[in-house]
């Protein structure tokens, strides 16, 4: 009896995990499934270097989107990610423990926040400020790095506070039978200690940048073309499909999709380099 | 230039703490303004109420609702699948380079943007399986976005559980689904609800691939095939169309105390049933 | 070890869950078919329309409560694929069917004007038609060959699948391309209050929609009034549509001619649109 219970349970659980990993498989399947006839139909490098995304005349060309995604995460990760180092070292290394019991959930605060209300909040406060007082229509990549990188600060400040929490006190008590300052340990000894999980907590937040829609679609502008700079506006590779996916039919529907693969592409790249650098160590 | 290592110590103390304060005044700034400018609005008449003039006037309770059906939804579909997988590719089978493949991609769809899974969902529930705008379509959807990340963060809780749990509990003769379900589970409980919280804050917070899906009908749903416009996608028209300032933050201030109640009572049942099974 | 009785409940535990899951769906299933049953349609379509189709719904809903009529938004050209492939009973559109689309079965509830809207600082009062093509083309790139600032325009339009971006490409732009350059925004009301915060933004929306926080440009001197639309002088104007797969019954039908009826159109003209066009059902 209680070897035909076990069997069952194992049964039981198998058949969970097959029906939900096939579901995941389906959705993959989809996605490439309809997504694949544009690209072979138009050419993997015409469409993703393709300068023009124009799906009335027949124009599927998405590098304008990919500069548009590229410049604003590229600016999220110049912005956040010194502010999140900082902001780890300050939870690991700065505050008395009243304040990290502040600190702490003040940061999974600021990661419950939707994107929409950053978004408007964005388009409140930052964007009028880049239109006033640094030209521009304020709808920029100026302002979705802003933006995005408030947005990402809680997931890179998280897994690096992990990073360096696990590291042994031993280092910190060695470097101070040295003689070394504190910020001279931080610098010298932890945050090399800690690099490839810091290296991994930014990667995340690159993720988390590239893959954010709604915010973005707020404060971007969404226009079609390259940017010129960091205050003209542009459109990311997820806003093409959130402001288009409504409406779309036939071909330009796959183009979508195809969209949706290259991201997929870029987050496996990511996250294959996430998990590679952590196991390096 | 030689910097005094005393000097650089004051130097990066100083830098650091004001990064910290930084991200301090950001976050009580958006807060403040939302809550401030929101929970005035906030009445029992805006509970209850359900939008009308296009959101201009009433309430959202129509939203409040379907909020939380979508989010039930997608729970209740998803928690039990992702921790069922979970348990079974941590206890039931050996490491290997399946299981490795398998979890490199339960992260990697767990990293998905949300609006590839809005334009699936929009596709093939809504318009392909003819579910139409749907409570349903957008539930269905939102479980397949947070599959992942429960089986990921149900793995490695469960993970975590050291050998010894299991070992002890073989050892006094129980069967595998004893162990797993007396001693392991209770012990991935606090990770394990972790990931709960975090997808159902993401099933609340959700727009992009909620407003393709469930719609942004305003009235009270009637059944699980009824659109319905959820608090987010309601602050996001209203933010957008500029159609009621007060309404738009009301909402937002709702969403928000919501986003923060479901974190603070979540943790508190977990504490709970953690010292309790102690 | 605790005996057998309270193993077997954790079991039955988790196969309970699991027939839940299976009952609700099973249960939402079978209760929730309103949509077939007839008693709730689905409008789809066009941002322009959406809030005049609100108004009208709330009114027959309280003239007919038991019925359901749930509205969305997403663009003209989602309504009309939305009507094709049946995912909505009627699409709504603000631009006249195309060539391919004319199997469709469609009605014209209304005609609204296009109103170009400048913010209210913008010293321009006046455009010729050429003027409004070059700017959204990017010929001119400044406001000073108008009569306003040298700063540069700012170019707002809607994005493709607008039915108001299709309007005004149809009756402004001609053959000419919008520059992909311009900043593109998805509804009426976020090109409004772009315009109403920017000095040298230009956009353009619904004629009904224009309020005290933007101005309407004149176009080829004629002002963008209600009045001149009517008297045929401002001629940026385009029909409202109810569109279907094929001629509506039921619910559909009823709402549709609530719409055309005498008290819909009061409706429609108290809100600032204008009476459809005579002879437009097919």
Known sequence: MKKFKENLSERIFLLIALSALSVLALITVFIFIHGLPIITKVGIFNFVFGMKWAPSQGAYGIFPMIVGSVSVTLGAAILGVPVAICCSIFLTEFAPSMLRNIFRPAIQLLAGIPSVVFGFWGVLYIVPLIRNYLGGPGLSILAGSIILAIMILPTIISISEVSLLALPQQYREGAFALGLTHWQTIYYLLLPAAKSGIVAAIILGLGRAIGETMAVIMVLGNAVAIPQSILDPARTLTTNIGIEMGYATGEHQQALFATGIVLFIIIMILNASAQYITRKK | ?278 | MRPTIVNLKAKNRKIGVLRVIFLLLTVSLMTACSRTTGTGIILAGSTSVQPYAEILAEEYMILYPDAEIDIQGGGSAAGITAAQSGTADIGMSSRALKTEEKSLWFVEIARDGLAVIVNPDNPVQNLTLNQLRDIYATAITDWSPMGGSTAKIHVITREEGSGTRSAFTELVMGKTEINPKAIVQDSNGAVLQLVKDDPNAIGYISLGLVNENVRALHLEGVAATRENVLNGSYNLTRPFLFVASSQPTGIAKQFIDFTISPQGQTILSSEGLIPPTEGTTK
């Open chain 2, 1 to 278: 230039m030689k910097i005094n290592p005393r000097t650089s110590q004051k130097i990066a103390k100083f830098v650091i703490w004001s990064a910290a304060l930084l991200v301090i005044a950001i976050l009580l700034a958006i807060i403040s303004d939302i809550l401030l400018k929101g929970i005035p609005t906030i009445s029992w008449q805006f509970l209850s109420e359900i939008p009308r003039n296009m959101g201009r006037s009433g309430g959202i309770s129509s939203s409040i609702v379907g909020t939380l059906l979508l989010t039930v939804v997608a729970v209740i579909i998803a928690t039990p699948f992702g921790i069922g997988t979970a348990v079974y590719l941590t206890e039931y089978t050996r490491e290997s380079k399946i299981t490795r493949m398998i979890r490199f991609s339960a992260e990697s769809l767990a990293g998905i943007p949300s609006i590839v899974f809005g334009l699936f969902g929009f596709i093939f529930f809504v318009t392909y399986l003819q579910m139409g705008w749907s409570i349903l379509s957008g539930g269905l959807t939102m479980a397949i976005m947070i599959l992942p990340t429960i089986i990921r963060t149900s793995e490695e809780a469960i993970r975590t559980v050291p050998n010894l749990y299991r070992e002890v509990g073989f050892s006094l003769g129980a069967t595998k689904w004893q162990t797993i379900t007396k001693t392991v589970f209770p012990s991935a409980l606090p990770g394990i609800a972790n990931g709960i919280i975090l997808s159902i804050g993401r099933c609340v917070s959700e727009t992009a691939a909620v407003i393709l899906t469930a719609g942004s009908a305003l009235r009270m749903p009637t059944s699980l095939f009824s659109p319905t416009r959820t608090m987010a996608v309601h602050f996001y028209i209203l933010a957008r169309e500029g159609l009621s300032t007060e309404n738009a933050y009301g909402t937002a201030a709702l969403l928000l105390i919501l986003i923060f109640l479901i974190n603070v009572v979540f943790n508190m049942l977990v504490n709970r049933f953690v010292s309790k099974g102690r």
